[in-house]
Antibody
Framework: EVQLVESGGALVQPGGSLRLSCAAS????????MTWVRQAPGEGLEWVAN????????YYVDSVKGRFTISRDNAKNSLLLQMNSLRADDTAIYYC???????????WGQGTLVTVSS | QSALTQPRSVSGSPGQSVTISCTGT?????????VSWYQQHPGKVPKVVIY???KRPSGVPDRFSGSKSGNTASLTISGLQAEDEADYYC?????????FGTGTKVTAL
């Protein structure tokens, strides 16, 4: 059974850093495009970043470029998101997901809450 | 990377059909047949109901259907049921990014 379990969400001050993890089971993250999607409280979904199966291609939404880094830990079969220079508008539930067929999210984690506030 | 435009809300009586539109540009919706739709109940994780414009994953009822014309994609729920009340988001591939729609709340009256 495919499962994605995020962790690492927390309350952090503006300008701080946080690293999110997404542990995968039932498949190998290195075989799929993977993604992070976020949802601010009471708001809609926003795509944040993608990473290719070989890890060499990474894409980001403009608002996080230069601040966030998506990566994979193949040994732990997990997806990572390093978030630096956090701002209040980064406050959201962060979901990791798997792109099935590269064009649709067939599996989502349950999400982890990141709150940026002083 | 502007969000795709969806109506804020749509409603219908149980058994009726409702259609949600999702308008983008030639760089996303209009450029590729890679539009997907996600259903999200309050406090729950999104779930795909349509992918690649009009394909339905196994387990999704056939009352859900999708289409596209130009820069606008549409999701139709035929025979609305109470459990279909949820937020719905479209999502389009755009080569080096993906973009979600603004979201539509579907209400069964």
């Amino acid at each position: 059974e495919v499962q994605l379990v995020e962790s690492g969400g927390a309350l952090v001050q503006p300008g701080g850093s946080l690293r999110l993890s997404c542990a995968a089971s039932g498949f190998t993250v290195g075989d799929y495009w993977m993604t992070w999607v976020r949802q601010a409280p009471g708001e809609g979904l926003e795509w944040v970043a993608n990473i290719s199966p070989d890890g060499n291609v990474k894409y980001y939404v403009d608002s996080v470029k230069g601040r966030f880094t998506i990566s994979r830990d193949n040994a732990k079969n997990s997806l990572l998101l390093q978030m630096n220079s956090l701002r209040a508008d980064d406050t959201a539930i962060y979901y990791c997901g798997r792109w099935g067929g590269n064009t649709w999210l067939d599996y989502w984690g349950q999400g982890t809450l990141v709150t940026v506030s002083s | 990377q502007s969000a795709l435009t969806q109506p804020r809300s749509v409603s219908g009586s149980p058994g009726q059909s409702v259609t949600i539109s999702c308008t983008g540009t030639s760089s996303d919706v209009g450029g590729y047949n890679y539009v997907s739709w996600y259903q999200q109940h309050p406090g729950k994780v999104p779930k795909v109901v349509i992918y690649d414009v009009n394909k339905r994953p196994s387990g999704v009822p056939d009352r859900f259907s999708g289409s596209k014309s130009g820069n606008t994609a549409s999701l139709t729920i035929s025979g609305l049921q109470a459990e279909d009340e949820a937020d719905y988001y479209c999502c389009s591939y755009a080569v080096t990014s993906y973009v979600f729609g603004t979201g539509t709340k579907v209400t069964a009256l």
